[in-house]
Every structure is written in C-alpha cells, then in structure tokens.
C-alpha cells in the first residue's frame, strides 16, 4: 500500500496535474480491480488503449487517472508522456520511500 499525493506523485513522474489534489493510498490498471480513490493507470498497448476504459474506472470508484493525454472526464489526472514509464516510475520511489 501506498500513501501520495497526486501533486508528490506528478513531481516524481515529471507529470503535469490537472485538477484537485489528493491523497491516494492504491495503484491499478485493470478497472476490475479499482478501489475507492484509487489511481488508475491507463496503458496503451499495441492491441488495447485502457485509456478507452477509464471511464469505467471512474464509473467503478477511482479518484485518479494517471494518462498520455488529458481526458474528458471530471476525475484529476497526472498527464505524462508514457503510462507504462511512469508506472514503473512511481513502483520504483514507492519502493524506496
């Protein structure tokens, strides 16, 4: 378990935040795993963009989007130029906080 705010989370990611800062306490990229204010991480692969999901994990609890470009949805969101990057970013400082 985590514990960062998003505005921690976009310095580490050199992201830029769109939207209210929070707290959040939990990371995923399956929308069938989304806990309440969770962030939820939109990877795009070379057969699936979960961009194209996150208003489902809107819809099923997140609090945040971590995204390539910034959506048309009422959630904050960390933009940065490389999803998968930038997860493997936040793992790596989580892990040594």
């Known amino acids: 378990m985590i514990s960062i ?3 921690q989370a976009a310095a580490v990611l050199q992201g830029m935040l ?3 800062d929070l707290t ?3 990371v995923t ?7 309440a204010g969770c962030l939820f991480v939109a990877l795009k692969g070379e057969r699936f963009d979960a ?8 819809d099923n609890g ?6 390539s470009r910034k ?7 960390i933009v ?14 989580v892990r040594q906080q």
């Open 5 to 7: 705010t998003l505005s």
């Open 18 to 20: 769109h939207g209210q």
């Open 24 to 26: 959040i306490e939990a």
């Open 29 to 35: 990229t399956d929308t069938r795993k989304v806990t």
């Open 51 to 58: 961009h194209d999901f996150a208003q489902q994990a809107k």
């Open 62 to 67: 997140a609090g945040a989007l971590l995204v």
């Open 71 to 77: 959506l048309d949805i009422d959630l904050p969101q």
């Open 80 to 93: 940065v130029k490389d999803t998968r990057l930038g997860f493997g970013e936040l793992g790596a400082w």
